[in-house]
């Protein structure tokens, strides 16, 4: 079978260094409920993001859950069809109706896709940095300005991500961050929300304890929240791992200037045109597979497979194909993202891959398309 390369792999800190940050739990009996750990952790993010309107949560779903909730959306949103089930399921949960628009050559919604569907029904844009390419983020603030819009941004994978120097967390009305095992940066499992208006953090707080507010004399149920609390194990994941965030972008960045070095004369290879003002987390490496390569996206997906190879067909289903969707009358009208479903491949990449790994992975690439072309 030859080696075996992962398509993905978590960024772990040095276990003593999270099992000396965690020691002290046991000292002060905290584990929840806004703790030491989950304060400090905010501190940092501000830091890193300087971006002073965060909130911690214990996952992404459950603050974008929350992101909308806190708006009082109704009515229509305009998304993508082409990310994860959660940026949508969060958008139904909440009683919303989503109205799927097509994507652009960053396989983000596409600004003129946006206008064609705004109707007197719509009151937001609810769409995801998908890959953890951003949006084109100057088009969309026109748009949500001149219809009175809100913006709320699925940020899951765009941690890190910055425009001009800028923080993607910066835009739109909210955005929120995922900080999963398997993203560039985690803290285990965790969300944030990086918003514009300071008072939303209040709503925030309700909604992610139970609704629960709490007065000098008695407490009280203010809304319907949830338990979507960052808990204090999740918060040291997250100090530990903070500090090595730019180095392992930078590994992955060399990685993918390899990638797109040694893909670049493959015929039916197109790897994404990188843009100098944007500085890339580079979550993911998408390429498109197309007829020109000599066999499909799902035939190499299979080849590289048997050869030990690991790589992802993200995502092979937009959103209104998933069974949970099939009985509902969504409007689409998502030509490109028809397209693209069936070409994108995400090669692996990750810190603790070799340069050796990725040549020993094109040259794979090379060779079978050679073999069917």
């Known amino acids: 079978m030859g080696r075996m390369i992962k398509p993905t792999q978590p960024v772990m800190p040095d276990k003593e260094k999270y099992i000396q940050e965690i020691s002290s739990i046991w000292d002060t009996g905290a584990m929840t409920n806004n703790g030491e750990k989950v304060r400090r952790f905010k501190e940092m993010l501000v830091s890193y993001m300087q971006w002073d309107n965060l909130d911690l949560f214990v996952n992404g779903h459950s603050a974008l859950m929350i992101a909308i909730q806190a708006l009082n959306l109704t009515g229509e949103v305009i998304t993508s069809p082409f990310t994860f089930a959660s940026t949508t399921n969060a958008i139904v949960q909440n009683g919303l109706v989503p109205v799927f628009g097509d994507i652009d050559d960053s396989y983000n ?38 219809y009175h819009l809100k913006v709320i941004y699925d940020g899951a994978q765009a941690f890190g991500t910055k425009i001009s120097g800028k923080s993607i967390g910066c835009f739109g009305d909210i955005t929120m961050f995922s900080f999963h095992a398997i993203k560039v940066f ?15 953090q209040k709503s925030f707080e309700l909604y992610r304890n139970f609704g629960i507010s709490y007065g000098e004399l008695s407490s009280d149920v203010e809304v319907f929240g949830m338990n979507a609390k960052m808990n204090e194990f999740q918060a040291a994941m997250g100090i530990v791992n903070l500090p090595g965030l730019d180095e392992e972008i930078q590994k992955r960045k060399k990685l993918a200037q390899e990638y797109c070095e040694l893909l670049k004369d493959i015929p039916g290879i197109i790897t994404y045109p990188y843009q100098s003002q944007i500085d890339y987390n580079y979550a993911y490496f998408p390429v498109q597979i197309t007829e020109n390569y000599g066999m499909s996206r799902d035939e190499l997906w299979l080849k590289l497979k048997s050869k030990g190879i690991g790589t992802r067909k993200l995502y092979d289903k937009l959103i209104y194909d998933y069974h949970c969707y099939q009985d509902k009358k969504y409007l689409r009208n998502s030509v490109q993202a028809e397209k693209i479903k069936q070409r994108v491949l995400d090669l692996p990449l990750y810190g603790k891959l070799t340069e050796d790994e990725v040549l020993y992975l094109c040259e794979t690439i090379r060779k079978l398309g050679a073999f069917n072309g």
């Open 109 to 146: 919604l596409s600004p003129v896709s946006i206008e064609e569907f705004i109707t007197e029904r719509t009151t937001a844009i609810i769409t995801p940095h998908i890959f953890g390419i951003p949006c084109d983020v100057e088009k969309i603030e026109k748009l949500a300005e001149k």
């Open 186 to 200: 985690n803290s285990i499992e965790g969300g944030m929300l990086a918003y514009r208006d300071k008072d939303l």
